[in-house]
């Protein structure tokens, strides 16, 4: 490591803290970062609660087989993006995250400071500047691996949280977001192509696909929409399509058809890229995760909040079909690979 560049071991907590403050931006909370705790308000009475982990080399690689390395605002922003939309996928409004920050010794301090960057930056981006949650706290560590880990909350605002058990046979199936685009971004990641190359390339196919997955849109303000609108189970699509439309039909007690043509119309948008890498568009679409979109479903006739399309539908039965036929993708598991 180059003399002049500082990392993390030549400070101490306290002027990584005094780094790390500012860069959060104003606090929303009654008692933001600096105290034992923080203190959120909690007007509804109820609150939503939720962790995720990024764990680098299992989630993110600073390093990339095709060169592009990772900055810390792109850890932060997907960080607080993931959490942020757990909280979503329950039609709950997100008001504060705490962050746990491992980092090795060796860390540069400006790539920590990008990192609270990106964590407010996100907040603030993806729920439209409105003010109503921000980092209020956190932990430092030291370890051999980066690991960053936020736990959320959230408020109903008097709405019943929408669960994965609530849909029943004839309801209709909805989704917003843009399936295979992040697990497509993770191919050309994890590939032989040059990604500087890449990302000259006039028609920015590839490197769209890359933003998909280093910063994910969750559609933030949508699930208390859906909510709103009669949703009767939800989640975000973290996993792959499958395996989360397999979640919501477990608990539900139900099957759930997803409609081919969809499926195919999206696999085909994505052709030209999987031919780039050799793979297949479907395996993105099915099995594909970390777009983070919402995965709701509505009673028959329910009018779709702005952003949701029909894609599938709930019956009788269990399981997950595509056009009536089982499909072969499982999706992502940490421990089953
Ligand atoms: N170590 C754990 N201890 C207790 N509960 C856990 C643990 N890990 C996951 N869970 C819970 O298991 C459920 C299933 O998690 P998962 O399907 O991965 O949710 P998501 O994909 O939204 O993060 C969640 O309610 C989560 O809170
Ligand atoms: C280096 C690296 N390998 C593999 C992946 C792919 N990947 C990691 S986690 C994950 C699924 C989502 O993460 P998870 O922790 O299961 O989120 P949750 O379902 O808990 O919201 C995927 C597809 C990646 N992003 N980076
Ligand atoms: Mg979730």
Request: charged residues 20%.
């Amino acid at each position: 490591m180059p003399s002049d560049i500082l990392t993390v071991e030549q400070l101490d907590e306290k002027a990584l803290l005094e780094r790390i403050f500012p860069r959060l931006g104003p606090t929303t909370a009654l008692i933001g970062p600096g105290d034992d705790a923080a203190v959120i308000a909690a007007p509804d009475g109820r609150t939503v609660i939720s962790i995720d982990t990024l764990v680098q080399d299992a989630d993110f690689r600073l390093l990339w087989p095709s060169g592009y390395r990772t900055g810390g605002y792109t850890v932060g922003w997907k960080c607080a993006a993931q959490n942020l939309s757990d909280i979503n996928a329950m039609g709950a409004v997100p008001t504060s995250l705490v962050v746990s920050l491992t980092l090795p010794g060796s860390t540069e301090v400006a790539w920590v400071e990008d990192l609270a960057s990106g964590l407010a930056g996100a907040v603030t981006s993806l729920m439209f500047d409105t003010g109503r949650c921000s980092v209020v706290g956190g932990d430092l560590g030291r370890g051999s691996q980066i690991v960053v880990t936020a736990a959320v909350t959230g408020d109903l605002e008097g709405r019943a949280p929408v669960l994965r058990s609530g849909a029943r046979p004839g309801d209709v199936l909805a989704f917003t977001g843009a399936l295979g685009a992040a697990a497509g971004g993770l191919a050309v990641l994890e590939s032989s192509l040059d990604y500087s190359t890449v990302r000259e390339e006039p028609d920015q196919l590839l490197a769209t696909l890359v933003a998909s997955q280093n910063r994910p849109h969750p559609p933030i303000h949508l699930g208390p929409r859906a909510a709103a609108a009669g949703a009767t189970a939800m989640l975000d699509v973290s996993d792959g399509l499958v395996r989360d439309a397999g979640r919501i039909a477990l608990a539900s007690g139900v099957g759930i058809d997803l409609d081919a043509e969809y499926v195919r119309t999206r696999a085909e948008l994505l052709a030209p890229a999987a031919a780039r890498l050799g793979a297949d568009p479907l395996d993105w679409v099915l099995g594909g995760g970390e777009d983070h979109g919402l995965l709701a479903t509505f009673p028959p006739g329910a009018v779709l909040p702005k952003g949701f399309v029909r894609m599938g539908i709930v019956q009788d039965g269990g399981g997950v079909t595509v056009g009536g036929v089982a499909p072969q993708t499982t999706g992502w598991d940490h421990f089953a690979g």
